[in-house]
T-cell receptor, first 113, second 115 residues
Framework: AQSVSQHNHHVILSEAASLELGCNYSYGGTVNLFWYVQYPGQHLQLLLKYFSGDPLVKGIKGFEAEFIKSKFSFNLRKPSVQWSDTAEYFCAVIARGYQKVTFGTGTKLQVIP | DVKVTQSSRYLVKRTGEKVFLECVQDMDHENMFWYRQDPGLGLRLIYFSYDVKMKEKGDIPEGYSVSREKKERFSLILESASTNQTSMYLC??????????????FGQGTRLTVV
């Protein structure tokens, strides 16, 4: 069974700082990977996804993530965060051939103006 | 635009009550999911369904059951609510892309308090 680890539980950054959130998954086969975001009071929504091809994936609002197969990682990055990026971020994985989505424990990002 | 609608945003129920949480999606998705979201624990899968009348246990099915009589509707049932089932419950749906795995679309969530 697949599993996902997010090592940063709570991150506090000043505006314009760079962001990197870690995500590691555990599964021996091919996977699809996702980052979701939950803004305060809103529903979870997709930030970006990786299915195949270029391991550097660009998403909405200037976010990107890099799939490194050898490290089983899919870290989320943004060069310069804004106050409006304050939210909780979840990494998720689906093992190829299955439909079940497994989520990490989430990282709360607080951006200070 | 995919819409996943959960019938209630907030619910307060008494211990021992039978509780129904309803979820409807309007995009003809094959897959539907119920998660609970707790601080520090992320989203944990309770049950999912990949077709009408089909269901599979997730990671924490104890104390819950589900029903999927129609493709668009997926119900979560707490047979006898307990205080440790106080949580945010999230419903999601996704298309079945023949093994590709696809993104899930979420409802707004139901915050259930069991007193």
């Amino acid at each position: 069974a697949q599993s996902v680890s997010q090592h940063n539980h709570h991150v506090i950054l000043s505006e314009a700082a760079s962001l990197e959130l870690g995500c590691n998954y555990s599964y021996g086969g091919t996977v699809n990977l996702f980052w979701y975001v939950q803004y305060p009071g809103q529903h979870l929504q997709l930030l970006l996804k990786y299915f195949s091809g270029d391991p550097l994936v660009k998403g909405i609002k200037g976010f990107e993530a890099e799939f490194i197969k050898s490290k089983f990682s899919f870290n989320l990055r943004k060069p310069s965060v804004q106050w409006s990026d304050t939210a909780e971020y979840f990494c998720a994985v689906i093992a190829r051939g299955y439909q079940k989505v497994t989520f990490g424990t989430g990282t709360k990002l607080q951006v200070i103006p | 635009d995919v819409k996943v609608t959960q019938s209630s945003r907030y619910l307060v129920k008494r211990t021992g009550e039978k509780v129904f949480l309803e979820c409807v999606q309007d995009m003809d998705h094959e897959n539907m999911f119920w998660y609970r979201q707790d601080p520090g624990l992320g989203l944990r899968l309770i049950y999912f369904s990949y077709d009408v009348k089909m269901k599979e246990k997730g990671d924490i099915p104890e104390g819950y059951s589900v029903s999927r009589e129609k493709k668009e509707r997926f119900s979560l049932i707490l047979e006898s609510a307990s205080t440790n089932q106080t949580s945010m419950y999230l419903c999601a749906s996704s298309p079945n892309s023949r093994g590709q795995g696809n993104e899930a679309f979420f409802g707004q969530g139901t915050r259930l308090t069991v007193v």
